[in-house]
C-alpha cells in the first residue's frame, strides 16, 4: 500500500452513536427496536441521557460487526428520520474513529474530542 494511507485490515467492529433530544426520544426508541429486530447481532448500548465521553446529548450505541456494516448503514440512511447518527469504525484510535474516521448521517453533533485525547473515553 502507498504511503499515508490508513489500512482497513485494523477495523475490527464499527459503532453508530444514535443522538436523540427529549422530544425525538420516542423516535430513538422506535429506530432501536427496528435495528434490534432487522440486526439481532448488533449489540444494543445503554442509553445515555447525559453526556458521556466524547459524546455531548443524550446517545445511545449500536456495535456492529464488520460484515453488517453494508446492511446496516444503508437502513440507518433510509430509517434515521430527522436523528442524527455518527457511524465510526473501531480502529484502536478512539480520537480519529471519532473525528477523521467518522461519517454523519444527518446533522452533524460537535463532539468533546478533547477527552479522547487525553485518554479518556
Not at 72 to 97: F, I, T
Amino acid at each position: 500500500m502507498p504511503e499515508g494511507f490508513a489500512d482497513s485490515a485494523g477495523v475490527t467492529g464499527f459503532h453508530a452513536h444514535i443522538y436523540y433530544a427529549p422530544e425525538t426520544r420516542d423516535a430513538a426508541a422506535r429506530l432501536r427496536a427496528g435495528i434490534g429486530y432487522r440486526f439481532p447481532t448488533a449489540v444494543l448500548g445503554r442509553w445515555h441521557e447525559e453526556s458521556v465521553g466524547p459524546h455531548p446529548i443524550s446517545m445511545y450505541q449500536v456495535a456492529f460487526e464488520v460484515a453488517e456494516f453494508p446492511k446496516l448503514v444503508p437502513w440507518l440512511m433510509l430509517n434515521r428520520d430527522e436523528l442524527s447518527v455518527l457511524v465510526h469504525p473501531e480502529s484502536g484510535d478512539g480520537y480519529l474513529d471519532h473525528s477523521r474516521y467518522a461519517a454523519w448521517l444527518g446533522p452533524q453533533v460537535p463532539l468533546l474530542l478533547e477527552v479522547l485525547r487525553r485518554g479518556g473515553a
